[in-house]
């Protein structure tokens, strides 16, 4: 039988839901785990063992009456901790926040508390959602588990660390720049920025308010989409097409981003087309499709966030900027010398790579492109640190909104996860995710994990 901690979200509710496990039982072995694995990875900032104890004991109760209070009944989730938790401190893994305790759940938590979900604890970002990896903050950085010396990804890298490791089925990420797909695709799990405004972000730290979006991560397309349901209230109904295979799918592959743009890591390259391959064999129709230019697409989303985040953090870099980390504070710094002319210069762009990207879905259903274009560097480069946040496909779909997931291509020959990415239109969740689903059985990666 296969492990608690490697099992899935869905998996897990039936088994529950049906007493073949208890949640006491799945809650206990995954803090068990975490004892054991988590002091070389810092995926948690704070674990709340003993109030996630409780919260599975009532669900255990409550499953032996006939109780179940929804899809997620007794199924444990990790939280980023730039999402409030009520009762537990929101601290963006800044000092600045150390005492910021929030008195109520963000509305994505209540949603899953109110489908059952037991919250697990508060997952390591980076400081405020942008730093990176630093090492002159309150908290240790998350560490990759295929290699605890590379980057796990971020900024929701706690939760890709986690997933990867077994230490939870399901979590929450926040995404602004890429920073739910950049660890999926550097942990070789499943990330999924929803449509603008999906999900909604009250009780969310902002970044940028005009890109940031909140989603799930979790080992199985339809753990990802099930969460998704029951935070978005069924307004997707994205678990309704993972069935269906890829066999008459209309897939746009966009080359030009990893060819030609910016040309990716031979690795990546012949990953995506087995890919593309993989999924033509199963029936899907893949052509050829062409973007923008990526640096373009990257450059708007750079100066509006860039802009958006100084105006949010302007009063405490003016105040206390020592309290920040120096990647934080340098990159913030950034946004207070972007004129007013070039962020509505950018705001006026973004309504063309729009409807560029709007286009192209009058003749195809999902797009198929590059995440990352190259394979996890080492967590203390420096230099390739600053390579991998720029050299990614993933930020153009900040700027236009729409649902884009980021998965496992394969593996590299390091054994370091290589990684793909899936754009739908607006609402198109279950497109994306029904050949995620696909993907997932043609590769079989779901069931590949790092050593422990």
Known sequence: MTPIHWRGAAELAAQIAAREVSPVEVVSALLERADQLDPSLNVYIRR???????????????AASGRLRGPLHGVPVGVKDIIDVAGLPTTCHSRILLDNLAASDATCVAKLRGAGAIILGKLSTHEFALGGPAFDLPFPPARNPWDRTRHPGGSSSGSGAGLAAGLFPLALGTDTGGSIRNPASCCGVLGLKPTAELV??????????????????????????????????????????LDRGAKGVRIGFVRNFHERDMIADPQVAAALAAVAAGLAA?????????????????????????????????????????????????????????????????????????????????????????????????????????????????????????PALAMMAGLSSDRLPLSLQLVGPYYGEAKILRVAAAWERIGGFAESHPPD
């Open 48 to 62: 709340d063992g003993q109030a996630a104890l409780n919260a599975a004991a009532l669900a255990e109760r409550e």
């Open 200 to 241: 909604p972000r009250a009780g969310v730290f902002p970044l940028a308010w005009s890109l940031d979006h909140i989603g799930p991560m979790a080992r199985r397309a339809a753990d990802a989409a099930l969460a998704l349901d029951v935070m978005s209230d069924g307004r997707t109904r994205a678990t309704s097409l």
């Open 282 to 402: 199963e029936g899907a129709h893949i052509v050829d499709v062409t973007l923008p230019d990526l640096n373009l697409l990257a450059a708007v989303n750079r100066t509006i966030l860039n802009a958006e985040a100084w105006s949010v953090h302007a009063q405490w870099l003016r105040t206390r900027p020592g309290d920040y980390c120096e990647m934080s504070r340098r990159r913030l710094m950034v946004g207070a010398f972007i004129p007013a002319e070039d962020y509505l210069a950018a705001q006026r762009l973004r309504g063309e790579l729009i409807a560029a990207v709007n286009q192209l879905f009058t003749g195809v259903d999902v797009l198929l492109c590059a995440s990352a274009m190259d394979p996890p560097c080492k967590i203390d480069d420096e230099v390739a640190l600053g390579r991998t946040y720029s050299r990614q496909a993933r930020s153009p779909f900040n700027v236009t909104g729409h």
